[in-house]
C-alpha cells in the first residue's frame, strides 16, 4: 500500500490564483480530511469527509472548498488564495469513527503552499 | 476535547528511555488518550492510543494514571530517528467532535548521541 498521497508537494501561487491540492489513499478508508498546518503551530482541520458524496467543515473551512465523488480521492480546492493561505496542506483518512482501533489516522506527506 | 498540557522540549540520549509527559486533568470518562509524533517536515504519524488501561505497541508504552488525568507515553530505546514533536491528545470515541484531532503544541523531543 502507498498509504496517503498528496500532490504537488511545493507550489507557490499568486494572489488570486486557484489550485487544486491532489490527495488519493488506497487503504479503502472511508473517512478523509484536510489540515492546515502553519509555521510552529499545531494542525487545524479544513473539511472532512466520511464517506463518497459526504463532505463537512471542520475548523478552518473559508476560502477552501472539497469534494469526493470516490472513496480513494478527496480534493481540497482554493478558489483566490490569499497570503493567508500559505501554510503545509496534510491530508489525512482512517477507517471508520467511533471505533478507537480503525479511526485511527493516518497523513499524507503535505504539500507545502506559498502565496505570493 | 479535553485540553492536554505537555512540556514544550525534551532532551533523551540515545538508547536510553524518554519519557514524554502529558496532563489532562479534564478528561471525561468517553474520552481516549492518543499520542502522535511528527517529525520534520513529514506528516503526523500514530503511535499509540489507550483508555485506562497502560498499552504496549511495537513502538512505544502509554501508562495512564489511575485517576487518568495524565499520561505518559515511553519509548523504550530512543534513538536518533525518534527525534520529533509529539503530541498528546484527547478525543471522544464517537461524534462529530471527534473527527478532528486538536493539535497542540505538542514537546519537541531531541536525541542526542
Known amino acids: 500500500n502507498a498509504g496517503v498521497t498528496q500532490t504537488p508537494k511545493f507550489r507557490i501561487l499568486k494572489i488570486g490564483q486557484s489550485m487544486t491540492l491532489q490527495c488519493t489513499q488506497d487503504?479503502?478508508?472511508?473517512?478523509m480530511y484536510w489540515y492546515r498546518q502553519d509555521p510552529g503551530m499545531g494542525l487545524k482541520l479544513i473539511y472532512y469527509?466520511?464517506?463518497?458524496?459526504?463532505?463537512d467543515k471542520g475548523e478552518v473551512p473559508n476560502g477552501y472548498n472539497v469534494s469526493r465523488s470516490t472513496t480513494e480521492d478527496f480534493p481540497l480546492r482554493l478558489e483566490l488564495a490569499a497570503p493567508s493561505q500559505t501554510s503545509v496542506y496534510f491530508c489525512?483518512?482512517?477507517?471508520?469513527?467511533?471505533?478507537?482501533?480503525?479511526?485511527?489516522?493516518?497523513f499524507g506527506p503535505g504539500t507545502r503552499l506559498t502565496v505570493l | 476535547d479535553a485540553k492536554t498540557t505537555q512540556p514544550p522540549s525534551m532532551d533523551c540520549a540515545e538508547g536510553r528511555a524518554a519519557n514524554l509527559p502529558c496532563n489532562h486533568s479534564?478528561?471525561?470518562?468517553?474520552?481516549?488518550v492518543y499520542w502522535y509524533r511528527q517529525i520534520h517536515s513529514q506528516g503526523p504519524q500514530y503511535i499509540i492510543h489507550?483508555?485506562?488501561n497502560n498499552e504496549t505497541n511495537e513502538m512505544a508504552s502509554l501508562i495512564i494514571t489511575e485517576d487518568r488525568k495524565s499520561s505518559t507515553l515511553i519509548l523504550p530505546h530512543a534513538t536518533l530517528r525518534d527525534t520529533a514533536v509529539y503530541y498528546c491528545?484527547?478525543?471522544?470515541?464517537?461524534?462529530?467532535?471527534?473527527?478532528?484531532?486538536?493539535f497542540g503544541g505538542g514537546t519537541r523531543l531531541m536525541v542526542k548521541p
Open positions: 489525512a483518512s482512517s477507517y471508520e469513527r467511533g471505533r478507537p482501533s480503525t479511526d485511527t489516522q493516518y
Open positions: 487503504m479503502n478508508h472511508n473517512y
Open positions: 469527509s466520511v464517506g463518497a458524496g459526504i463532505t
Open positions: 479534564t478528561i471525561s470518562g468517553n474520552e481516549y
Open positions: 489507550g483508555l485506562k
Open positions: 491528545i484527547v478525543r471522544p470515541r464517537g461524534g462529530a467532535a471527534g473527527n478532528m484531532l486538536t
